[in-house]
């Protein structure tokens, strides 16, 4: 057993190297616009760890980057590229909403529902790329750029035209009607006081984190407990291997490609329905594509995605304290970003041969 | 008998560059993790020579061609090119010391024309442009000279083996090679392409120049070599003359112990039909007939075997077995239940075993463990799944050392993935895989290739071991001779066609070679 | 219609083509090579950065193009070493640079103009033609010579071939990796010739609004040839123009116009694949035999 230790402690070392090869490029840039890198990361520790306010809201950040990072990586597990996920929490999000807008339900159904209302929606959007993969031989990642556009400009549409709640808001804002009362997020800080720690009102940690648990612990007992998580392992491995054992391939990554769907839908559950309360074409962009990296990160696994979204939302606090407290820009983030990503695969590339090379020598 | 006729011909040529040394290597030593390839190997190549090398698979004779052609460093050890020490870094070196290599796996670029495929690398152009009126007539020249036939206009991807190896000659010919190494040329070719071949060989060994034969078919051997020099576990045993070696005296040089790859392979009394194929026709997505009118039949207690030159159906007859469900035409009958509607798993719940071809595309997840290989495809059923469709590990993990012990795999345990594994190791987790399913029809296709002696001679063992516990064994190889000394019956495919079937008793190699050629279908 | 309506469309839709058509050229060439190169976008989006920069530094258009060329190459080189020495997964380097890309501009505008979202203007710009920028022309010669170069000298062909079968490449003694690391490179010259018909007046964060992927469909839909990219990028772009030109007049909410060309693109796709070929071994990174 002891080896297989080893391995896995290879395997974490490169993220490792990354992200603090990437904080010393951080330190470099800091230096090179003139500020004293004493005050960055005194910045950065106040924006993050300094209270417990702050690490509340790194982990309420964190939130929605790990459902991304783990719809993104339930795909990668079936060898599909969900670049997707963008498209399909905006259109998932938007049929929850729907649901919270438009189905009067007693509260403890009505929560349910309009989870399960965003995870279909997510999935529909995920099914004509999915199926144009399975069917007609198209390669996802072209198909799901155009819907992530194509669902920008829907939901746009919608909010504007037949979903408009601007009257009824009193906003300026093009947004729908408020989301009925019985359907809201609480916050779930009384869980955290009961269990010694003091979090604030003002920081969402509400009903979407323990759906997020949920959907991480489901992903896991799917891939690693379930015989259909076989399956999908083994056709994300080999295609044709996974044929000749007469697994259905077709049936497999489209199931794949829809579930991926619906844990995306779950991504905007927190912007909808904790802090805004109604649902509008201006919810925050961009996760699906922090999801893709967030799932390299963390290797696929939803633990190592938890790991990894939890660092996105470091990185991300880590640029507001530097945007407020120096002159550091806040798109240092991105840059970091980016290239954190690289090095952490550039170094994973060379672990996982390393490894390679040494469980053949072992076996020889 | 073609093959002993041509032999006689030219041998002694007169050619004054005959003798003198073109190649010599000298204390080759190459090692990968966990194994020593090349252990202190030294040859010599003569101008107008055929140098034939032979060894098992895995006894190191591509390893060192590979050295000499750029493709591998060695760890030590020195290479003279006429008398020359030369430092072979790349292929680009090799190619301008006028070292020239036929690959056992084409090296062609498919959608390109032969001329393209040619020129590639050695270009004639003038500021960048490409001209190809110079190229065009050389290689036209080269055609005629040496035996070959091929439309330099043509697309490769629609040339046949035979004629894309042609190719491959006319490439190495076109940069001027002396030195000519020809990695297992025939494994792809029937007899009478294997004869022309060898006809090519001897006018490029009447121009003087050298040719490095790697080989395991000791007839071949015999038939063109002048010299032949045996590799096994790395090492050079002894180079023969052609006068002193015999077929037994080389095959025990190569085993180190007298070759009983005859294993103990009785006729059985045969059962009923197994397998019925009738009429079978598949059309393939470019349109092109790749199965017509296929019949046979195979029995409980029988091996069926399939001879032919490989691209002739023999894949898209498995694959029709196997799993394919759209077919053109026809019927394929398992236990007498017709399978064209039928899924991958019904056809396996109802008795289907399947050795495919490339084990690594088609046989294993590499990145798995042992133990997940060895339940995949019954991976759905009990013992490995519980009523809620979770898995059962300890069933898993049980069957897997079972299965290590019963099939005698080497590996540190059941939880190392697949891909650490040898070749010989991997093949036997699919046997082992396979034949734990106890199946009623059992498909082989290519089971032996890759990998060495011991672990043929146990793959043999279970293919008889399968047909005496009742199974129907359908075994489709490249190799004739393994086709010939394991079958009861042979089928010969030729154009997606059956067009001879042989008893095992009435069946020489000629003939079947006749057929394998299509020469009596015409 | 009026006459000089049509052929105002006729200029625009050619303007609205041409960064789509430099972006699929540079796809062509990537791809040929056997790298996917996802990251047309952000190297769209940089080179679209530093044209505005470039000129302003150096005085000079011309300057600028040539600056944001060297810079484009340079974005698109990290993808060649990433993705071709280091042998990484090529879409997941793309989504990377994709979000460098934007950061690096961003961070860089902040600094130089003072605006994380926007650049200064421009002073210099090419000569506009009825809405279009002359420079769109240049495409034209571009994608003949493109096709050149490709099909008719050595450079192309040992280029096609790496992106076919690098092992037989490599024992014919190309150099694979030089190979693709000039196709990567190639394709990001292209994003940097494509900035100057994007808008070489000023950078806006964001502004490459996914052309960079819609070259890519071009480029499938063209069946990886210099001639059938730039075509199929022409239908994108004219159908992009017509809803710029033709909006107004038709009663369709602005939405469903603006989502028209990705719409179009997915059909596009659905109704091509399969009598298309990739390049065989295009999104493969190319392992030598020793291991």
Redesign the interface.
């Given at each position: 057993m002891k080896r297989f230790n080893r391995y896995a402690l290879y395997e974490v070392m490169a993220p490792l190297v990354g992200f603090a090869a990437s904080m010393a490029l951080l330190m470099l840039i800091v230096v090179a616009v003139g500020e004293n890198p004493g005050n960055a990361v005194d910045a950065i520790w106040k924006m993050t760890f300094a209270t417990s306010t702050r690490t509340a809201t790194v982990l309420s950040t964190s939130v929605p980057l790990f459902l991304a990072g783990l719809a993104v990586a339930f795909a990668f597990r079936a060898n599909i590229f969900n670049i997707g996920v963008e498209g399909q929490y905006f259109i998932g999000g938007l049929v929850g909403a729907m649901a919270g807008i438009y189905v009067p339900l007693p509260a403890f159904l009505h929560i349910p529902f309009v989870v399960l209302a965003a995870m279909i929606g997510g999935a529909l959007w995920a099914a004509i790329p999915a199926a144009l993969k399975v069917g007609r031989g198209i390669h996802e990642v072209i198909t799901t750029i155009m819907f992530n556009n194509i669902a920008l400009a829907l939901v746009n549409y919608l909010v504007n035209g037949p979903m408009s709640g601007l009257g009824a808001t009193g906003s300026l804002e093009p947004q729908t009607r408020h989301i009925l009362p019985t359907a809201l997020f609480a916050n779930i800080d009384w869980l955290f006081r009961a269990a010694g720690w003091n979090v604030p009102d003002s920081v969402y940690l509400d009903y979407s984190l323990p759906v997020a648990v949920l959907a991480g612990v489901l992903v896991w007992f799917i891939l690693f407990r379930l015989r259909i998580g076989f399956d999908l392992r083994a056709v994300g491995t080999s295609t044709d291997v996974s044929l000749y054992a007469g697994i259905k391939v077709a049936k497999v990554q489209l199931g794949a490609f829809l579930f991926s769907g619906a844990l995306a839908g779950l991504v905007g559950l927190q912007e909808i329905f904790a802090v805004r309360g109604y649902y509008t074409f201006q919810i925050a962009s961009g996760l699906g594509f922090d999801g893709i990296a967030i799932a390299l990160i963390g290797r696929n696994s939803p633990v190592g995605v938890a790991f990894a979204a939890l660092l996105f939302a470091f990185l991300r606090q880590a640029g507001y304290g530097l945007q407020f407290f120096t002159k550091v820009p806040n798109s240092v983030i991105s840059v970091i970003t980016g290239l954190m990503i690289l090095i952490i695969v550039v170094s994973n590339e060379l672990v996982s041969r390393y490894i390679k090379a040494l469980r053949k020598k072992e076996a020889m | 008998m073609p093959m002993n006729a041509a032999a006689a011909a030219p041998s002694s040529g007169g050619d004054p560059a005959a003798g003198s040394v073109l190649l010599r290597m000298e204390g080759i030593t190459k090692a990968f993790p966990g194994v020593v390839a090349n252990d202190k190997i030294s040859l010599e190549l003569r101008a107008g020579e055929v140098l034939a090398l032979v060894g098992e698979n895995g006894a190191g004779k591509s390893t060192l061609m590979k050295i000499l052609y750029g493709l591998y460093r060695p760890d030590s050890g020195e290479i003279l090119v006429r008398d020359r020490t030369t430092r072979i870094a790349g292929p680009r070196d090799a190619i301008s010391q006028g070292i020239g290599m036929v690959h056992q796996h084409f090296m062609l670029i498919p959608p390109f024309t032969v001329l393209e495929n040619i020129v590639l690398g050695s270009e004639t152009s003038r500021l960048g442009v490409l001209s190809y009126a110079k190229p065009r007539a050389a290689a036209a020249k080269l055609i005629e000279l040496n035996n070959l036939h091929i439309d330099l206009g043509a697309s490769v991807e629609h040339l046949p083996v035979g004629l894309q190896q042609q190719v491959e000659i006319l490439k190495i010919l076109y940069r001027g090679a002396e030195i000519l190494i020809f990695d297992e040329p025939t494994a792809v070719l029937t007899p009478q392409e294997s004869d022309e071949l060898f006809k090519t060989f001897r006018q490029m060994r009447a121009q003087g120049k050298g040719i490095i034969f790697i080989s395991h078919k000791l007839d071949e051997v015999l038939d063109i070599a002048d010299r032949i020099t045996v590799i096994r576990r790395g090492k050079v045993i002894r180079t023969l003359d052609r006068a002193e070696a015999t077929k037994p005296l080389i095959a025990e040089l190569m085993v180190g112990k007298p070759v009983i790859l005859n294993v103990d392979n009785p006729r059985l009394p045969p059962g009923p039909a197994v397998l019925e194929v009738d009429k079978l026709g598949f059309v393939n997505a470019e349109g092109v007939a790749a199965l017509r009118d296929v019949s046979f039949r195979v029995r409980s207690g029988e091996i069926y075997g399939i001879a032919g030159v490989e691209g002739n159906g023999q894949s898209e007859l498995i694959r029709a077995i196997a799993y394919r469900t759209r077919i053109s035409g026809g019927s394929v009958r398992l236990l007498g239940a017709d399978l064209s509607g039928l899924d991958v798993r019904s056809r396996r719940e109802l008795g289907l075993a399947h050795i495919p071809e490339d084990r690594h595309k088609f046989g294993l997840l590499l990145s798995f463990s042992l133990a997940d290989n060895f339940i995949l495809g019954s991976h759905y059923k009990k013992p490995f799944v519980s009523v809620l469709r979770t898995q059962v590990r300890r069933q898993i993990a049980e069957n897997a050392r079972r299965l290590i012990a019963q099939f005698d795999v080497r590996a540190p345990s059941e939880q190392t993935p697949a891909h650490a594994l040898s070749g010989g190791n991997q093949q036997k987790v699919i046997i082992a895989r396979e034949m734990s399913a106890k199946p009623r029809l059992l498909l082989a296709n290519q089971p032996t290739r890759g990998v060495d002696v011991g672990a043929t001679e146990f793959i043999y063992k279970q293919l008889v071991e399968a047909k005496k516990n009742g199974a129907a064994v359908l075994l489709v190889s490249a190799d004739l001779d393994e086709v010939m000394s394991l079958s009861d019956r042979i089928g010969v495919m030729f154009k997606g066609s059956i067009i001879k079937e042989f008893e095992r008793e009435s069946a020489t190699k000629e003939e079947v070679g006749f057929y394998m050629m299509g020469e009596k279908a015409r | 219609m009026h006459w000089g309506t049509l052929f105002d469309y006729i200029c625009k839709g050619l303007d609205t083509s041409a960064p789509l058509a430099f972006a699929a050229l540079g796809g062509v060439f990537s791809e040929k090579s056997g790298v996917v190169n996802?990251a047309l976008e952000g190297g769209m989006l940089f080179s679209a950065f530093s044209i505005v920069w470039g000129s302003i530094i150096f005085h000079s258009l011309w300057l600028g193009l040539l600056f944001a060329v060297v810079i484009g190459m340079a974005f698109a080189a990290?993808h060649a070493v990433?993705t071709i020495t280091?042998?990484?997964?090529q879409?997941?380097?793309g989504?990377?640079?994709?979000?460098?890309?934007?950061?690096?501009a961003?961070?860089l505008s902040?600094?130089i103009f003072g605006q994380?979202t926007q650049s200064a203007m421009n002073p210099y710009s090419f000569p506009s033609y009825r809405g279009m920028n002359v420079f769109s022309l240049v495409v034209i010669p571009v994608a003949i010579l493109s096709w050149f170069v490709l099909n008719?000298?050595?450079?192309g062909?040992?280029l096609?071939?790496v992106g076919?079968?690098p092992?037989?490449?490599?024992?014919?003694?190309?150099n694979v990796t030089l190979m693709r690391y000039s196709g990567v490179l190639i394709s990001g010259a292209m994003c940097g010739l494509s900035a100057a018909v994007l808008y070489p007046s000023r950078w806006v964060s964001g502004m490459t609004g996914?052309r960079g992927?819609i070259a890519?469909?071009a480029m499938?839909f063209g069946r990886w040839s210099p001639i059938g990219a730039v075509l199929a990028s022409l239908l994108f772009g004219y159908a992009d123009a017509a809803r710029i030109s033709f909006a107004s007049s038709i009663q369709i909410?602005s939405?469903?116009v603006?989502?028209f060309p990705?719409?179009l693109?997915?059909v596009v796709?659905?109704g091509v694949?399969?009598r298309s070929r990739a390049p065989?071994a295009d999104g493969v990174p190319y392992e030598k035999?020793?291991?």
């Open positions: - | - | 996802i990290i990433v280091y042998k990484v997964n879409i997941i380097s989504v990377a640079l994709n979000i460098l890309a934007e950061g690096i961003r961070f902040q600094n994380e008719k000298t050595v450079f062909l040992r096609r071939s076919e079968n092992e037989a490449a490599d024992t014919l003694g190309i996914g992927f890519l469909a499938i909410p939405q469903f603006q989502m990705y719409v693109a997915v796709l659905a694949v399969g065989a035999g020793e291991d």
